[in-house]
């Protein structure tokens, strides 16, 4: 059994068609019908029920893909680690969170993988919850970094930090030179939020405590996807805005303050997703990198929440 044949097997499962699988090996479609002919000889197997019309997996065929992927993943893998062997070899680790919730002490870690690992090279990547899930599972990313709950089944989850939401109020605003406020005394009539699909949970944690509040306010969505653009129509006078605390730490902007709720319970919890048989140095070294510079008090916060 040869690597191309499962390749070409693979490639006929997943299109279920013999001329797209060859357009997409870039191969003449006679090639892809011998090279599967030459693989059920081999296994003694019929691979695929196949009439002029449709294509479909037997059982057998259906048992082998998913190992057939398994074994080509695997080489892939093996092929990488030939190419990027040696003294002066780059790994490459591809990170994706969402934009409004990144842990504060993210930049440490990657400063700590520096020094652990100098040789991984970070590629950051930004996009909605569920998207950036579906790319570690797709193998488009290595990690995620993302607000539970999220559906993660078939991940490794490790949680990472927590945050409480902030208000963000114009200069002008008569509260912004108070320590902290409640919610029900700002009473916003217009709310500036971003799109729900860039981080359900936490979107939902906030229109869950207005309702708590007991305030109705006009839910104002940005058009893109940014959290400079919620901090912009802040500053125009759209509205007011609440945000993970993260964002205080790392976006400033004139026109703006950050004012702290009051009893805020943790609307954040925040974790880091990788595949469970990933056998990446990096990934992993990236993982224990944030794990190590959990705050201590966060540390116990989101054990005793698990």
């Known amino acids: ?28 479609q006679p090639a892809v019908s011998e090279q599967v002919r030459k693989l059920e000889q081999e296994l003694g197997v019929r691979l695929f029920d196949r009439n002029q019309r449709s294509v479909s997996l037997t059982v057998a065929g259906a048992a082998l893909l998913e190992e057939a992927r398994h074994v080509l993943r695997h080489a892939e893998a093996a092929r990488e680690a030939a190419r990027t062997a040696g003294e002066h070899a780059t790994m490459s680790l591809r990170i994706g ?44 990313l290595d990690a995620a970094i993302v607000a539970l709950p999220v559906s993660a089944v078939g991940l490794r989850t490790v949680l990472v ?40 949970p936490f979107h939902d944690a906030v229109v869950a405590r207005c309702h708590d509040a007991g305030v109705s306010p006009t839910f ?3 058009s893109e996807a940014q959290v400079e653009h919620v901090l912009l129509a802040v500053a125009a006078g759209e509205g007011i805005a609440v945000v993970p605390e993260s964002v205080s730490e790392r976006s400033t902007m004139p026109g703006v303050r950050y004012v702290p709720l009051n009893d805020a319970e943790p609307a954040v919890r925040t974790a880091v997703l990788t595949r469970p048989d990933t056998d990446s140095i990096a990934t992993d070294a990236f993982v224990r990198a944030l794990w190590q510079v959990r705050p201590r008090a966060a540390e116990r916060r989101v054990a005793a929440a698990a």
Do not use: C, W
């Open 1 to 28: 059994m040869e690597l191309r044949h499962l390749r070409y097997f693979v490639a006929v499962a997943e299109e279920l068609h013999f001329r797209r699988a060859a357009e997409r090996l870039y191969v003449a």
């Open 97 to 140: 969170y969402v934009v409004d919730s990144l842990p504060i002490r993210l930049p440490h870690a990657l400063r700590h993988l520096s020094s652990a690992a100098p040789n991984v090279r970070v590629d950051l990547k930004t996009g909605p919850a569920l998207r950036l899930v579906e790319d570690v599972r797709a193998h488009r």
């Open 161 to 200: 930090d927590e945050q409480r939401p902030v208000a963000v109020l114009a200069s002008t605003h008569p509260s912004v030179g108070e320590p902290s406020i409640d919610l029900e005394r700002l009473a916003p009539k217009r709310l500036v939020m971003l799109p729900r699909d860039v981080n359900p």
């Open 220 to 222: 104002v969505t940005v």
